[in-house]
Nanobody, 124 residues
Framework: QVQLVESGGGLVQAGGSLRLSCAASGRSFSSLGMGWFRQAPGKEREFVATINWSGANIDYADSVKGRFTISRDNIKNTVYLQMNSLKPEDTAVYYC?????????????????WGQGTQVTVSS
């Protein structure tokens, strides 16, 4: 079993930055693929970024490429999402997810465990 706890959300003005963290416990973190997803009010959950177990394979949604950076620290058992140049349309609840296969994915189905989410609000 894996427990995931997100933190770092908040209210920021457009153009600002936030760094989200997701701390994992309960299973060898270094073997997990990790992903970030988000869900805005009235919309379906969408993919944001993913990183495989080693950090060698990373992928982003087109809407965040060049602005967001996913990274991981396998010593601290934490995955991060650095978000720069934030836009009002980035407002959502952000969730991290763990894939025990280790690959990560742009789809939500392969993920076995999900955090509770952290709210990000970007004001215009």
């Amino acid at each position: 079993q894996v427990q995931l706890v997100e933190s770092g959300g908040g209210l920021v003005q457009a153009g600002g930055s936030l760094r989200l963290s997701c701390a994992a416990s309960g299973r060898s973190f270094s073997s997990l693929g990790m992903g970030w997803f988000r869900q805005a009010p009235g919309k379906e959950r969408e993919f944001v970024a993913t990183i495989n177990w080693s950090g060698a394979n990373i992928d982003y949604a087109d809407s965040v490429k060049g602005r967001f950076t996913i990274s991981r620290d396998n010593i601290k058992n934490t995955v991060y999402l650095q978000m720069n140049s934030l836009k009002p349309e980035d407002t959502a609840v952000y969730y991290c997810a763990a894939d025990r296969r280790g690959y990560g994915s742009t789809r939500s189905n392969p993920y076995d465990h999900w955090g509770q989410g952290t709210q990000v609000t970007v004001s215009s």
